[in-house]
């Protein structure tokens, strides 16, 4: 039995797909900045040298970084409110696990971007009479950003393929506009066909850019 496209239906319900992109682009940034952040902060407390701060940091990166998004997300939404005795709102719950899930990643590119700068170079900042700050500011960070965009680019993409999870806690990203669609045109082939080609033309250019930069800084 032959299957026969039909991709008419699917056009009819595209501002669903609209908002569903503006969603989990909107997610995406929002994640992504957020775990930078927090990723910079775990970065900063690991390195301290106060343990009351690096091991919790590092535990925290580890127990993020070894357990799926997935259920990351359904116990921040399911799990969370009940141990805080709080309320979260289904977007506040993902943007919450997604930001956490990435910044263990972010904070993993940050530590070994600057433990990738030679010795020598923290060195001769310091005999320089340097202050940390300064240090880090016009010597260290310079250096090691370069060799961080790529990753920082890469995780980006990750996180950007991590958003379709939130549907799972009814956050109207594009995956759930799609199942929506699907449910509305019983055309669900036709739905998930769109939604990977949406991906592809928003992930593509991104996945290439990360990799122009890689071999920019090999180059």
Not at 27 to 46: K, P, W, Y
Not at 131 to 158: E, G, H, K, N, Y
Request: charged letters at 15%; one cysteine or more; a positive charge.
């Amino acid at each position: 039995m032959t299957y026969k496209w039909d991709f008419g239906p699917i056009l009819q319900y595209w501002s669903l797909f609209r908002i569903g992109l503006e969603y989990t682009l909107g997610f995406t940034v929002a994640s992504a900045i957020v775990g930078m952040v927090a990723g910079l902060l775990l970065t900063l407390a690991r390195r301290s040298g106060w343990k009351i701060l690096s091991i919790p940091a590092g535990a925290v990166v580890e127990i993020f970084r070894c357990t799926p998004a997935l259920v990351q997300l359904v116990w921040c939404y399911y799990a969370l409110p009940i141990v805080l005795g709080i309320s979260l709102a289904p977007a506040t719950a993902a943007l919450l696990a997604l930001s956490l899930y990435g910044a263990a990643f972010y904070s993993e590119i940050f530590r070994a971007g600057l433990d990738s700068i030679d010795r020598g170079q923290w060195d001769a900042a310091a005999a320089l009479g340097m202050p940390p700050f300064t240090m880090m500011r016009r010597v260290i960070v310079p250096q090691a950003l370069r060799r961080m965009t790529a990753p920082l680019v890469s995780q980006v993409v990750l996180q950007l393929k991590n958003t379709s999870l939130i549907s799972v806690v009814t956050v109207p990203d594009l995956v759930y506009q799609g199942q929506m669609v699907a449910s509305a045109t019983y055309k669900p082939l036709e739905v998930y066909t769109t939604i990977a080609v949406i991906y592809f033309l928003i992930l593509f250019p991104l996945t290439q850019g990360a990799r122009l930069l890689e071999r920019r800084r090999h180059g």
